[in-house]
């Protein structure tokens, strides 16, 4: 039995084809981060090889060495530390895929199905992605390919038309309230706010050291928004140098402070029943008298921007320093 919440289109997509012997050699599972795309890869691992009632029973041996990281044909690849590379960089290299090709020569050693997955596809480096398109072209029937990821557009095209794509998408705030107060046991104000929280990605709900991260997050654009091009100039100098060791560190900071200028920009407006930080009322409230509207929609604009500028590789210490320019400031 299916134990993903809220994903029962993509479920039924793969098991229809499953169950008529029509099984994809790849699957690309597109949806926001900690939406539950590695949830459901393991989930489908475990469906292939499951040999209990109702796969995936969850129950079986199979199963069980799934969910524990200890089954020998279920593979999952994430990025790594590139030591070759000039610069420190993070990625799925040439190296992994090389093993890979040499593991899917062989047939499966106790299951039904060899199952690779790749978490965070979009970090292919070039040489990599070119390797595994051929490593894709004729693989053995027992050879399954999953690949997650929250950047579809990073993806090359050739790629993409080598998978069968399977769009999971964020939960209503509803279902992800009902499932905390439910599996976790939270009381039903924690689990409203953490809804919100997550928009909907019930694994960021769940995620105590993403909740840290977005506290420090917000009580950073909140002093950024009112401090002088000194202090933003220095922020932009750190973010850059963190930017080479942690790309969805940045892209995740970002991502919330865009999420505070929209939540300012409702408060602003006098509409607060679509306000995200439930937990931030009186900090918004303050910081939204202080900006106007025209300000707030421009900044959400120049984040977007710049967030578009990483992903297509601009310099980030320019594209920073540029955004450090653009943010609104209170009394201006």
């Known amino acids: 039995m299916w134990r993903t919440v809220g994903q029962e289109r993509a479920i039924r997509l793969f098991q229809n084809s499953l169950d008529g012997d029509r099984l994809a050699h790849a699957y690309l599972l597109v949806g926001p981060h900690r939406v539950g795309k590695m949830s459901l890869c393991l989930e ?57 090709e040499a593991l899917a020569c062989l047939l499966p050693f106790e299951g039904r199905y060899k ?20 490593t894709l072209e004729e693989p053995l029937p027992s050879v399954v390919f999953l690949l997650t990821t929250s950047r579809e557009g990073l993806l090359p095209s050739t ?6 794509r399977l769009e999971i998408r964020p939960l209503g705030l509803g279902e992800v309230e009902e499932a905390l107060v439910r599996e976790s046991g939270l009381e039903r104000e924690r689990a409203r706010l953490l809804a919100h929280v997550s928009q909907g990605c019930l694994g960021l709900a769940l995620d105590r050291e993403f909740l840290g991260f977005r506290a420090e997050a917000l009580e950073q654009v909140q002093r950024l ?46 509409l607060p029943e679509g306000v995200v930080s439930l937990d931030y009322e009186e900090a918004l409230k303050r910081q939204a008298r202080a900006l106007g509207l025209a300000q707030l929609r421009q900044g959400i604009k120049d ?13 980030p210490r320019l594209a920073l320093e540029v955004l450090m320019l653009k943010l609104p400031r209170e009394g201006e």
Do not use: Y
């Open 44 to 100: 489908m691992a475990q469906a292939l090889n499951c040999v209990g009632d109702g796969p995936p029973c969850g129950a079986c041996p199979s199963c069980r060495h799934i969910a524990s990281g200890t089954h020998p044909d279920v593979l999952v690849i994430g990025p790594v530390h590139d030591p070759k590379a000039g610069r420190p960089r993070i990625e799925i290299g040439i190296d992994q895929i090389r093993g890979i």
């Open 303 to 315: 984040l977007a921007g710049i967030r578009e500028a990483l992903e297509r590789n601009a310099s």
């Open 115 to 134: 199952v690779f997955i790749f978490d965070g596809a979009e970090r292919l480096s070039l040489e990599a992605a070119n390797a595994f398109l051929k």
């Open 225 to 270: 928004l009112g401090v002088g091009l000194e202090e933003r100039f220095r922020m932009a100098e750190g973010l850059a140098i963190r930017w080479e060791r942690d790309r969805e560190g940045v892209f995740e900071l970002l991502r919330l402070w865009q999420g505070w200028l929209r939540d300012l920009l409702l408060v602003a407006a006098g």
């Open 159 to 164: 790629l993409l038309s080598r998978c069968q």
